[in-house]
Structure formats: structure tokens, C-alpha cells
T-cell receptor, first 116, second 112 residues
Framework: GAVVSQHPSRVICKSGTSVKIECRSLDFQATTMFWYRQFPKQSLMLMATSNEGSKATYEQGVEKDKFLINHASLTLSTLTVTSAHPEDSSFYIC????????????FGPGTRLTVT | DAKTTQPNSMESNEEEPVHLPCNHSTISGTDYIHWYRQLPSQGPEYVIHGLTSNVNNRMASLAIAEDRKSSTLILHRATLRDAAVYYCILTGSGGGADGLTFGKGTHLIIQP
């Protein structure tokens, strides 16, 4: 089956610094990837849709200048949290569309971000 | 997006079948019914999807009511590894082409 990886799996950073999270499709090409955020004991919330070669589409309420998304290749999308603050601490998860159809999404294992 | 309603939690015994219900009374004619599950501290995992007919795969079965206003995910023989949050999600005919809208899901507890 299609595999999506994320790196790092866990990161701790100081308030005010920036953190980059990578999402890779390992055995397929993903023209579209999605980024979600999940706070403790809550459900996943879609943040943005990342399209290869074009600008990301952000959900309402998500600051595009704070959460920079780059999808420069068919196998890699990156999410950069700029000037991170403690309230950005969360579980960030990416997903990609099933390349052989449009009905399933494959999710990465997630990245736990802690901002101190 | 049409909304789904699931029980907050359910408990079952290991090696017994589990029936997880989902109500989606405002489903439209072209909406697909998807189920994903999320194990603790992991990303969600696709389980199954269907449109009108019941579906089976190696993980589970999906039973869809005739009026499509409800569905049931069936785990035929639960194991401890099936303990997870199960999400019932409706998507348009584009399916995974759009980002998914997750509800609160059902927290499935499996007792040994």
C-alpha cells in the first residue's frame, strides 16, 4: 500500500523560532497533500491543501504567513511553523490522495511539536 | 459537508464482533461513506468506504442502511490492536480529492 512518512516525528523548539516538518510519499507521486493539526483530546482539523507547483489553499482561520507550505516536488510537501509560540504546540499530520483513485487518503504518522 | 453522529465511546471484549454505528441523516445522493481509525499517537488509517452496497475488506465490513441515513462498521473479531478512535466521514463524489472533515469519532475500548 501507499506509504506516507513525516520527519521529524517529534520536535521541541523555543518560542520565536521556526520549525520545518517534512511530508513524503515514499512509493507514489502525490500531486495533492493535506496538512492537519490535532490538539490533545481533540479531533483532526484540516489546515491547508498543498498542491504541487502551486500555492497552498488555507482553511479559514489558518494564518498563511505563519504556516508556510511548500510542495516543490511530487513526493515532498513541507510545513514551516514560523515564529512558533506555545499555543502552536500540537500534533501535525499530513496526508496524500490515493494515486490510483480519489477515494482514500493515506496519512503520515504525525509530528509532535512542543514549543517551550 | 453533511454531518455524521457517532457515540463518544464503546466497549467490547476481545475476540468478539464490534458494531460501530454512524448516523448521517443529511447525506446526499452522491456522498460516499468513509471510515478511518486513529490509534494512539498515530496518524489516521483508512478502513473502508462505500456508497450504497455493503462492502467487505480484510479489515472490516461496512453495512449501509437502505435509505443511506445510517451505516455500521463491523469488526468481526476485535483484538486489542483494534482499540482506537473510529471516524465516520462523508465525502462528495471526489472522495479523497478534498481534505477530510473529522468529527469526534467513537473511542473503541477493547477489554482482554
Amino acid at each position: 500500500g501507499a506509504v506516507v512518512s513525516q520527519h521529524p516525528s517529534r520536535v521541541i523548539c523555543k518560542s520565536g523560532t521556526s520549525v520545518k516538518i517534512e511530508c513524503r510519499s515514499l512509493d507514489f507521486q502525490a500531486t495533492t497533500m493535506f496538512w492537519y493539526r490535532q490538539f490533545p483530546k481533540q479531533s483532526l482539523m484540516l489546515m491547508a491543501t498543498s498542491n504541487e507547483g502551486s500555492k497552498a489553499t488555507y482553511e479559514q482561520g489558518v494564518e498563511k504567513d505563519k504556516f508556510l507550505i511548500n510542495h516543490a516536488s511530487l513526493t515532498l510537501s513541507t510545513l514551516t511553523v514560523t515564529s512558533a509560540h506555545p499555543e502552536d504546540s500540537s500534533f501535525y499530520i499530513c496526508s496524500a490522495k490515493n494515486p490510483s483513485g480519489v477515494l482514500e487518503q493515506y496519512f503520515g504518522p504525525g509530528t509532535r511539536l512542543t514549543v517551550t | 459537508d453533511a454531518k455524521t453522529t457517532q457515540p463518544n465511546s464503546m466497549e467490547s471484549n476481545e475476540e468478539e464482533p464490534v458494531h460501530l454505528p454512524c448516523n448521517h441523516s443529511t447525506i446526499s445522493g452522491t456522498d460516499y461513506i468513509h471510515w478511518y481509525r486513529q490509534l494512539p499517537s498515530q496518524g489516521p488509517e483508512y478502513v473502508i468506504h462505500g456508497l450504497t452496497s455493503n462492502v467487505n475488506n480484510r479489515m472490516a465490513s461496512l453495512a449501509i442502511a437502505e435509505d443511506r441515513k445510517s451505516s455500521t462498521l463491523i469488526l468481526h473479531r476485535a483484538t486489542l490492536r483494534d482499540a482506537a478512535v473510529y471516524y465516520c466521514i462523508l465525502t462528495g463524489s471526489g472522495g479523497g480529492a478534498d481534505g477530510l472533515t473529522f468529527g469526534k469519532g467513537t473511542h473503541l475500548i477493547i477489554q482482554p
